[in-house]
């Protein structure tokens, strides 16, 4: 049929919903998404015609489908579930680390009843919030005391805010970084009331130029920041938080230690390389450590401060801290994750490291099951396995790369860039890569228990 006449057939909004009506697929009158959703679906038939991908109109029984699921696209809560194929264990765009159920559990347990948030149960008294899990966080990192604000970023502004206010903070010049969202250092440490000094050069540092910087006068702390988004490589280097300890204990200053990611236990048999140890920091001489909950650590989203007593007492009495807190959803989740580490269950409990601990084995067969059920349904589709590089974290922990799994799709009749944006549409949205002009599902960051949906969205989404 030529397009123009297929234009022409095109049937009118009021025809298709007086089929909906009958239906019973909406009411009488429509309400205004229902009566938007006809519009919306039959305009993208319209498009699908000019631009050449569709060629004949689908039959009354399949366009109500096409509207039945604008409907629900039109109506699902905005905020919503994904699903990420990209492989991508910690995607800063689709809410960084996902919760495992026993934070899960511990969520809804203080949400639906009161709970002893700031209340001793013991001597029925006030209580305060930071006891729920100060003594974790000291046990696992072997820090003195330890409190929990909103994120890293409010973190590192009350730690600036207790510890330097108006006087000056040295930080290498190799370390004034810009960690996603345009989250600056240098504009936190303005934020935060302190005097920024830069020390050295970008790519090299060395400890005397920290010790020539020191303005007994004038200098409050000495402040490190792990370069979690990029790397200085070749000729370079920077102080480390042993060396800057030293210094530090020398002219009696603190040592301040954004370690980014927080990795709680130690990654790299796994392939996470260069990230810090929270334990390992505070062992080498950091006064104050401070790290995000949602990132390596798998939890919600948090910014843990550990280190010293005095220090961590004066930013609880800060008045920045109100402010900042962490609220007790939060709070009941990430005690739950600390749990975990502190039983040696972390690699069960919490799908962040569950994901990035994936055997080699498991993944291939993973991937090998998704193919098969992709290919079961799939006519007119390349399905295969093959292996390739998958990433940690998009601004979370990247540079990691970890081998993986994939499983690839190449349609024959439809365009690849044309089945991505079909799956991305799908409720739930299924979020895959293209590479090489093929669509890329990784099955690392995946469920199992999804395949069964993910196979069906490819299968419709292949119809032309
Ligand atoms: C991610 C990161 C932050 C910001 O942490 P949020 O929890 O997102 O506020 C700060 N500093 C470093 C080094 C980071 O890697």
């Not at 109500?64 to 629900?72: F, H």
């Not at 991305?424 to 228990?449: C, F, H, W, Y």
């Amino acid at each position: 049929m030529k397009q123009a006449e297929l234009l022409r057939k095109i049937p009118k909004v009021d025809v298709v919903i007086g089929w909906m009506t009958d239906a019973g697929y909406i009411r009488v009158p429509p309400l205004p998404p229902e009566t938007e959703a006809v519009q919306e679906t039959l305009q993208l038939l319209r498009e699908e015609i000019l631009s050449g991908i569709r060629t004949e109109l689908p039959e009354k029984e399949a366009t109500m489908e096409l509207v039945r699921q604008t409907i629900r696209r039109k109506t699902a809560p905005n905020l919503r579930r994904v699903i990420n194929a990209t492989g991508i264990v910690l995607h800063t765009n689709m809410g960084r680390a996902p919760l495992g159920e026993r934070a899960v559990a511990a969520i809804v347990d203080v949400a639906q009843n009161y709970s002893n948030l700031e209340y001793d149960i013991d001597a029925h008294t006030r209580g305060s919030r930071h006891t729920h899990v100060e003594q974790l966080i000291a046990r696992l990192t072997g820090a003195e005391s330890a409190m929990v604000v909103n994120n890293n970023a409010a973190a590192m502004l009350l730690i600036l805010n207790t510890m330097a206010k108006g006087r000056k903070v040295l930080i290498s010049r190799g370390e004034l970084v810009e960690i996603g969202d345009s989250f600056r250092i240098p504009a936190i440490i303005e934020l935060s009331g302190c005097l920024l000094s830069e020390v050295g050069t970008t790519n090299k540092t060395h400890l005397r130029d920290f010790e020539n910087a020191i303005d007994p006068e004038q200098t409050a702390a000495l402040l490190k920041v792990h370069t979690s988004n990029f790397r200085i490589v070749g000729f370079s280097e920077t102080p480390s938080v042993t060396q800057l300890a030293q210094i530090g204990a020398k002219y009696g200053l603190p040592v301040i230690f954004d370690a980014g990611s927080g990795m709680m236990a130690d990654l790299q048999q796994y392939g996470i390389q260069d990230e810090p140890l929270v334990s390992r920091c505070i062992a080498e001489g950091a006064d104050i450590v401070c790290f995000s909950g949602d990132k390596l650590l798998g939890g919600p989203q948090a910014g843990v401060i550990a280190g010293k007593k005095a220090w961590i007492d004066a930013m609880k009495k800060n008045q920045l801290a109100r402010p900042l807190r962490i609220d007790k959803l939060t709070l009941a989740a990430l005690e739950a994750t600390l749990r975990a580490y502190l039983e040696g269950t972390e690699a069960r409990d919490i799908p962040t490291l569950r994901m990035i601990s994936e055997r080699w084995d498991t993944l291939a067969d993973k991937a090998e099951t998704l193919r098969k059920l992709i290919r079961e349904n799939a006519r007119e589709c390349k399905v295969e396995v093959i292996k390739e590089f998958g990433q940690v974290g998009g601004g979370a922990v990247p540079g990691q790369m970890l081998s993986t799994y994939v499983v690839s799709l190449q349609p024959e009749k439809i365009s690849v860039s044309e089945l991505e944006a079909r799956i991305r549409r799908g409720e739930p949205p299924i979020v895959a890569r293209i590479s090489k002009d093929q669509l890329m599902l990784d099955v690392r960051t995946l469920n199992e228990a999804d395949f069964p949906y993910i196979a069906a969205q490819i299968s419709d989404s292949l119809r032309v």
